[in-house]
């Protein structure tokens, strides 16, 4: 068994042009992958480091390019998505963990597989490295790469934000701080099949809130609603302390769980809604 320590750069919609709008069935668009291949002994044996022509956002985000580095000019000489993501999976072979820095290329790399079509990358198998980090030392908050790395004295002799380097780096991490416990191996696919379908029940729920006076605590019957993706929106009038209401449910995350949190608060009417 194989861990691919793995980090992607990805492309998202900017609007350069009046009427340009995004793709809802692709946020952030792959336009790297680096990855290093560690064995059981955590030995590196193999690397990839491969550019992605961009197919839905074709033009780099100008905040992509100042963290990158990585222009329109260099993409259009990238390759394909779907000849990458063969040649990625051709060279991680058939046993493997997938492992990365947080859950955001993870999420990314699943997305794009799903909207190009792309169906045999395994999931089933991921491991979180910033979460046995921050397990290790106790931590609330997720911790950036760059600090982990200075805090562990990991030579810099690379630019961050660079898929490959990122790659590297996480993987001497990742030599640091991991254990080879079962416990840290966790069935991605599942958990996002389960957690796309907590969201979708909570979606149901999420517009059955009540708004109450914040200053008085009464029941303020709903003049106005607005349901926008995760988020709703209601407002109302308080007659006892004559004030305007906003009430606000989102579904949030926390520890793995999925749950609508509320809050009414007091607002101006020349306030603009969100």
Not at 168 to 188: G, L, M
Not at 209 to 236: L, M, N, R
Request: hydrophobic share 40%; net charge negative.
């Amino acid at each position: 068994m194989d861990y691919i320590v793995f980090d992607l750069e990805f492309n998202m919609f900017f609007k350069f042009n009046e009427g340009d709008t995004a793709n809802p069935g692709l946020k952030n668009e792959i336009i790297q992958i680096g990855a290093v291949k560690l064995n059981e002994k955590l030995e590196a044996i193999g690397k990839f480091d491969l550019l992605i022509r961009p197919v839905i956002y074709k033009r780099i985000n100008p905040y992509v390019k100042r963290k990158t580095n990585i222009n329109t000019r260099r993409v259009v000489q990238g390759t394909p998505f779907s000849k990458a993501i063969e040649s990625f999976n051709s060279w991680i072979g058939s046993e493997y963990i997938l492992c990365s820095w947080g859950h955001d290329d993870i999420l990314a790399l699943r997305e794009n597989c799903l909207f190009f079509g792309f169906d045999n990358l395994a999931f089933n198998k991921f491991i979180n490295i910033q979460q046995i980090y921050m397990n290790l030392r106790s931590l609330a908050q997720q911790p950036k790469l760059e600090s982990v790395v200075e805090g562990l004295e990991i030579a810099i002799d690379s630019p961050f934000h660079d898929a490959f380097s990122d790659a590297f780096y996480t993987a001497e991490i990742f030599r640091k701080v991991f254990d080879f416990s079962d416990d840290v191996i966790i069935n991605w696919e599942k958990v996002q099949e389960d957690n796309e379908l907590k969201i979708e029940e909570l979606k149901t729920q999420i517009d059955k809130a009540t708004i109450y006076c914040p200053e008085c605590g009464e029941f303020v019957p709903k003049d106005g609603e607005v349901t926008k993706k995760k988020k709703y929106f209601a407002f109302g009038h308080c007659v006892k302390c004559d004030l305007h209401i906003r009430h606000i449910s989102r579904i949030a995350h926390d520890k793995g769980e999925y749950s609508i949190v509320s809050n009414n608060n007091i607002y101006t009417t020349d306030e603009v809604s969100e």
